[in-house]
């Protein structure tokens, strides 16, 4: 379904040229919405919103910044040996995945000191050198603005757009992350992150991880 709407969002404008611009609300699924559901008023650490103007249709999209939820083990086996293949290193079975994603070059993250940036990744990487049992990959859909981080990160391909398809199907402000545990479940940050929080959430998985939100 949600798939469809995709479709539906990036396709209506070849087919209503002449029409008037039309404007629709979707939820964090995609789901389409009614505007007061749209507008009703959300924690901002919750949930932001997303504009997307195109030639005759404005779609609107309510994100929730965090979500939890569950894979399945074929699915899990399906990513994993996705992200093995694709990197050259394998995930050994107790490790869990985290997922540094770059969405491409937007306004967040086009700006700013890069120089910032690049310390930050260091002490990040610096740090998670001492959690156990992790697999850790930076990977990207558009390769453009990648270089500014430094020499450091290893990027790979979201090849066949599985974690974009899966976890993240907009283009999020100044990137986002996944986390998957053993068994499958999964924490999302969608949009603008603290590279620390990472590390914090590592240190209690239990937590983390527990599917309620």
Not at 42 to 48: A, D, G, R, S, T
Not at 50 to 65: C, G
Request: aromatic letters at 14%.
């Amino acid at each position: 379904m949600r798939n469809k709407l995709l479709t539906f969002i990036f396709g209506f404008s070849a087919v209503l040229t002449f029409a008037q611009k039309k404007e629709i609300y979707l939820n964090d699924d995609l789901f389409q919405i009614t505007q007061a559901e749209f507008k009703k008023t959300y924690e901002p650490y919750k949930f932001y919103n997303l504009r997307f103007e195109l030639d005759t249709l404005i779609a609107n999209v309510k994100v929730q910044r965090i979500r939890k939820g569950k894979i399945s083990n074929e699915l899990l086996n399906s990513i994993k040996s996705e992200l093995s293949t694709i990197s050259g290193d394998t995930i050994p079975n107790n490790n869990f995945i985290i997922i540094n994603y770059y969405h491409g070059l937007d306004r967040c993250n086009s700006s700013g000191d890069k120089s910032y940036a690049r310390a930050a990744y260091k002490r990040f990487l610096k740090k998670l050198k001492k959690v156990k049992n992790i697999s850790q990959f930076f990977m990207y859909k558009s390769l453009e603005g990648t270089k500014e981080y430094g020499k450091q990160l290893n990027w790979i391909k979201d090849e066949f757009g599985t974690i974009e398809k899966i976890f993240l199907p907009l283009q999020y402000p100044c990137g986002s992350y996944v986390l998957i545990d053993l068994d499958g479940n999964y924490y999302v940050q969608k949009g603008e992150y603290n590279l620390e929080e990472i590390i914090d959430l590592l240190i209690d998985t239990k937590t983390t991880f527990a599917n309620h939100e």
